[in-house]
């Protein structure tokens, strides 16, 4: 019961939790009011009509006497029945008969019934035999008429439950306007830090409500302000990391390119030399010549696609459109089965350096990926400059993700890469197609 209960009022708004509490104080008060009717009525309306009661006693006693000593007891009994009159509440009847109860009495006016039955009306009339001797004659009925206590009781019912339905639609209004003012203030502060998770920290959250709240407002515009400053440090320290890797890729890319090179020369030179010097061409297959010229040509083919790896040199030379290009023509002579299609905008070749070398690094990867796991027969990669971005899309039809998915070396790096120019990276499958989707802010990465 306890655990239906929490779990109701986690669900209750703010004003239901306000409201609820006041319904049901109101109602508890109106059950209590009916209770204490319910208690002190019976002994209200016999103090009430106690005196009445009283006398009819005293009336029914001096009859008896006076018709005691009475020469004409009929005579005096008669006078004494008109002097009456038409009472209702102390009437003269005759033996076997009943006093008229008027429709006042018997309904109580306008009053419901359920009100009548909460006060468990007493019954108070009182029955005073009359005698002419030892013949009973008639009886002195007291029988009060209650309508005007029970109006009057009815009338501070209604006025009670009134004032208190009346207090508590003021009290509700209260509590829903002031609420509102409250929850305003709280939900612009919930958007703002929203928007903080997801790394807007340039929009101020307004400063409105009561203090409490306009103070957690500006604690939550200065933590912004310091999430935005530290994360300004981080993308710069990104951006160093990035441009002291991209430095040292390129020093180990020309020392393997200026050591390497001329080594495998070396060695290809020495085994052509080695082969029978009166043969024409190059060495026959099986002979350890030809094995010497096979490793090192081997060995180049690695060291190229090292020297690729480590720093696309020709990025700068050809252009990122170019590049891309080239890029697409080794995937294809890999996979001819592989259908290939490229957008490439012509305005990639007036990107930076910067971004001109992230921009191929993603591509890159992507292809790369594509390439080794997908198993795909179409693959197709976009580049195009949208307004004040960059957007880079390379997609296939392969196999698609495994469920436990984990960014690999390669993505990790590019996600650092592309997060250090403040941009993000995406891997998706969509409508059957497996999607890598960069988005990287232009900013000042246009070349001059």
């Known amino acids: 019961m306890a655990r239906l209960w929490n779990r109701f009022w986690n669900h209750l708004s703010l004003r239901a939790r306000l409201l609820l509490p006041m319904a049901a104080m109101v109602v508890g008060a109106l059950l209590l ?27 029914a006693n001096a009859l008896n006497a006076a018709l005691a000593v009475a020469g004409n007891p009929p005579q005096t009994l008669d006078a004494f ?7 209702e509440t102390i009437a003269f009847v005759l033996p076997g008969t ?38 009973h004659v008639g009886d002195i009925v007291f ?33 829903y306007f002031t609420t509102g003012a409250a929850l305003r203030p709280l939900a612009q502060l919930g958007a703002g830090l929203t928007r903080m998770r997801n790394g807007d920290y340039d929009a101020a ?12 407002c500006a604690e939550a515009n200065q933590l912004a302000v310091t999430l935005r400053r530290l994360s300004q440090d981080n993308r710069n320290l990104l951006r160093k990391i ?34 029978d010097p009166e043969a024409e061409g190059p060495p026959e297959p099986g002979s350890p010549a030809h094995g010497i010229l096979s490793a090192a040509e081997a060995l180049q083919q690695a060291n ?34 592989l259908r290939v299609t490229s957008r490439l905008d012509d305005r990639l070749d007036e990107l930076d350096a910067l971004l001109s070398q992230t921009a191929y ?13 997908a198993h795909a027969t179409t693959m197709g990669v976009a580049a195009i400059v949208d307004g004040d971005q960059i957007q880079l899309e390379i997609s296939d039809d392969g196999i698609g993700l495994p469920p436990d998915l984990n960014f690999g070396r390669g993505l990790t790096g590019m996600h650092e890469r592309v997060r250090a120019l403040d941009g993000t990276l995406q891997l998706v499958r969509e409508q059957g197609q497996t999607i890598v989707r960069c988005r990287i802010p232009l900013q000042n990465h246009v070349a001059r």
């Open 143 to 175: 029988s009060p008429d209650l309508s005007p206590d029970i109006e009057e009781k009815w009338a501070g019912f209604v006025a009670i439950v009134s004032s208190s339905s009346a207090l508590m639609l003021l009290a509700a209004l209260s509590a």
């Open 304 to 337: 190229r696609r090292v020297l690729e790896g480590l720093s696309p040199l020709y990025v700068a030379d050809l252009g990122l459109a170019a590049s891309v290009q080239t890029l697409l023509r080794n995937a294809r002579s890999q996979a001819p089965g």
């Open 361 to 373: 690094r993603v591509i890159q990867e992507g292809v790369t990926n594509a390439l080794r796991h």
């Open 242 to 275: 990035v441009a002291v890797q991209d430095e040292e890729r390129r020093e180990l890319a020309r020392e393997l390119h200026d050591e390497m090179g001329p080594l495998l020369f070396a060695i290809r030179a020495n085994a052509t030399a080695l082969s």
């Open 81 to 87: 029945a008109d002097k009456l009159g038409r009472s």
């Open 205 to 216: 959250i307004p400063l409105a409500g009561p203090p409490e709240i306009r103070k957690s």
């Open 33 to 59: 009011g009916g209770f204490a009717l319910q208690i002190v009525s019976p002994e209200q309306f016999e103090n009430e009509n106690a005196q009445a009661a009283r006398s009819a006693e005293l009336v």
């Open 98 to 135: 009943r006093p008229q109860r008027s429709a006042a009495d018997r309904h109580h006016g306008n009053i419901p019934a359920w009100f009548t039955a909460l006060l468990e009306v007493p019954e108070l009339g009182s029955t005073h035999p009359i005698r002419i001797g030892a013949t």
